[in-house]
């Protein structure tokens, strides 16, 4: 069966540039994930959907990322006037109520 | 505010040897337990979950949750030069609505 898929995988930007990455969950998992690793650190969270719920926005950085999920499927992850810190790699992972995550590829982000 | 805390290491074990990976995490409500592995440039790959205080063995892994001393621990017996990774703990309040939050990660060497 399909796994998580996101895209792009690899994205190069110019700083100050808007950009979009996608993630496409599991078919059936209700949970969704946007983490942010940066090189040699650990998985930051940035927000949580689940189902009908509102979502767990805590963890975005700053109001330039935004997030949303369509039908309870697909989400995008938009990132407004990108800066260099923003590099880093994305992370989608989606899973059952309680129940194990299962990651994407993840998109490398490049903001040069 | 939720913390998962791990050792960054690198711990380095020699091939065959135990190694003993620990996690501490502040939120006493806490539910669920998770164990990643994370390859360099690869996506998170569950190893083990538990719920429950005690051990839980799977092949050559046992989790180890003490919910009184809010601690987990993975070990992992006969050590590999493969098992050469970095292991993240992850952590939830297992209610709707509450995001999995990750520690920063512990990176293992084991040597042939």
């Known amino acids: 069966g399909a796994g998580v898929s996101q895209s792009p995988s690899n994205k190069v930007t110019e700083k100050g540039k808007d950009v979009e990455l996608r993630c496409d969950p599991i078919?059936?998992?209700?949970?969704l994930y946007w983490y942010r690793q940066s090189l040699g650190q650990g998985l930051e969270f940035l927000i949580y959907?689940?189902?009908?719920?509102?979502?767990?926005k805590s963890g975005l950085p700053s109001d330039r990322f935004s997030a949303e999920r369509t039908g309870g499927s697909v989400s995008t992850l938009t990132i407004q006037r990108t800066q260099q810190e923003d590099s880093a790699v994305y992370l989608c992972?989606?899973?059952?109520?309680?129940?194990?995550?299962?990651f994407g590829n993840g998109t490398r982000l490049t903001v040069t | 505010q939720k913390e998962v805390e791990q050792n960054s290491g690198p711990l380095s074990v020699p091939e065959g040897a135990i190694a003993s990976l620990n996690c501490t995490y502040s939120?006493?409500?806490?539910?669920?337990f998770f164990w990643y592995r994370q390859y360099s440039g690869k996506s998170p790959e569950l190893i083990m979950f538990?719920?429950?205080?005690g051990d839980k063995e799977d092949g050559r892994f046992t989790a180890q949750l003490n919910k009184a001393s809010q601690y987990v621990s993975l070990l992992i017996r006969d050590s590999q030069p493969s098992d050469s990774a970095t292991y993240l703990c992850?952590?939830?309040?297992?209610?709707?609505?509450?995001?999995?939050?990750f520690g920063k990660g512990t990176t293992l060497s084991v040597s042939s």
């Open positions: 992972a989606s899973s059952l109520p309680n129940s194990p995550l299962h």
């Open positions: 078919s059936g998992h209700t949970a």
């Open positions: 959907f689940q189902g009908n719920s509102a979502p767990d």
């Open positions: 939120d006493r409500g806490s539910q669920s």
């Open positions: 538990i719920y429950s205080n």
């Open positions: 992850a952590v939830n309040l297992n209610q709707a609505g509450t995001a999995l939050i």
